[in-house]
């Protein structure tokens, strides 16, 4: 029986990522119609002078770790319970740093996104559940090609390419 374990496991990660594909279908589809306003948070999560980058199942290339702040939840609260579900990284809210708020025009929505910056004197340990997000690594800045899809990535990079 445990031989069958793995090869299960498989199996449900998979559908796992099928349905984070297809939400993310009718997403965009629920978004052409309602043209919403949407609030998110992202996390820059830097050890020495490369950042943490994560790739979705759902999305082609990178991204920064973060998603949805979910109804009467706050920011740092929404980042610091995505970085627990995406990474299994277990942080405390007053470690992450303000850095900004970009709010953006794509996919037929306004998303408002906030970013918050972490500093790691050791690289962190993160484990990923190879089901929303299925590839994570630290690049240096210059090395990450944003998605196209990932417009709050490329903006906070441009701005720390300009601070430089």
Known sequence: MPAHAPASHERLDALYRWFYRAASIVMRLFWFVF???????NVALWHADELLVVRN???PGYTLPGGYIRFQEKAREAAVRELREELQLTIAGADL???GQIEIRQEYRRDRVTIFEMHCAAP???RLDNREVVAAC????AAVVPSPHAAPLAAYLAA?????
Do not use: M, S
């Open 160 to 164: 720390k390419r300009t601070k430089l």
């Open 97 to 99: 740093i303000a850095w």
């Open 138 to 141: 630290f690049l240096k800045p």
């Open 124 to 126: 962190p340990v993160v």
């Open 57 to 59: 199942a759902y999305r």
């Open 35 to 41: 043209r919403p306003l949407t609030r998110g948070v």
